[in-house]
């Protein structure tokens, strides 16, 4: 079965020091993996995805992620953190239909 | 472009009450359709998925229902509200086929008293 692990429920990091929020994920298949960011009270917003070819994708906002296949893991990265990053970001795998992480909430503190 | 619309942002029902929860897409023809909702503290659960008119896959057995009236109309619904519907209703439209990135409506707010 499909699954999402995202070890880390919060994390805390200063303004301008880098960030890497962790995914495990669990599948069957060549997976399409994604980065979802999520402001208090909205919907979610695509960071990046992967589907296939280089293992280190690039998104929106200066926001990367690398596959890597012998770990099952797609860690988001960001070198260096703005106070407007505080958010929650989701791990998703699938193709038609996705799973989700239970999520990651990222504080930056001045 | 395309955007995903749904209405309202915010609603209070008593338990027992019917739900309907609009969700429309604008800019794309056929999308693929989805409903999630996301309780506090936890991720998001599929509830339903819908790649054509008429067409429901259902996720999870409860108190929802969904119908695709229009290619570019999802709607959720309930006949007897319970307290436990309470959470965050998040509609997504996708398009399908080799790849399937999925972009979100801003979501509705239900609260169950």
């Known amino acids: 079965a499909q699954s999402v692990t995202q070890p880390d429920i919060h994390i805390t990091v200063s303004e301008g020091a880098s960030l890497e929020l962790r995914c495990n994920y669990s599948?069957?298949?060549?997976?399409?993996l994604f980065w979802y960011v999520q402001s208090p009270g909205q919907g979610l917003q695509l960071l990046l995805k992967?589907?296939?070819?280089?293992?280190l994708v690039q998104g929106i906002k200066g926001f990367e992620a690398e596959f890597k296949r012998s770990q099952s893991s797609f860690n988001l990265r960001k070198p260096s953190v703005h106070w407007s990053d505080a958010a929650e970001y989701f791990c998703?795998?699938?193709?038609?239909?996705?799973?989700f992480g239970a999520g990651t909430i990222l504080r930056v503190k001045s | 472009s395309q955007t995903i619309h749904q209405w309202p942002a915010t609603l209070v029902q008593p338990v027992g009450s019917p739900l309907s929860l609009e969700c429309t897409v604008e800019?794309?023809?056929?999308?693929?359709l989805y409903w999630y909702r996301q309780a506090a503290g936890r991720g998001l659960q599929l509830l339903f998925y819908?790649?054509?008119?008429?067409?429901i896959s259902s996720e999870v057995p409860q108190n929802l229902s969904a119908s695709r009236p229009q290619d570019r109309q999802f709607i959720l619904s309930s006949k007897k509200l319970l307290l436990s519907d309470s959470g965050f209703y998040l509609c997504?439209?996708?398009?399908?086929?080799?790849?399937?990135?999925?972009?979100f409506g801003p979501g509705t707010r239900l609260t169950v008293t």
């Open positions: 997504a439209w996708g398009y399908g086929g080799a790849t399937n990135e999925q972009y």
């Open positions: 599948y069957g298949a060549t997976p399409y």
């Open positions: 992967y589907f296939s070819g280089d293992t």
């Open positions: 998703a795998v699938g193709r038609n239909k996705l799973v």
């Open positions: 800019g794309t023809s056929n999308p693929n």
């Open positions: 819908s790649v054509g008119i008429g067409q």
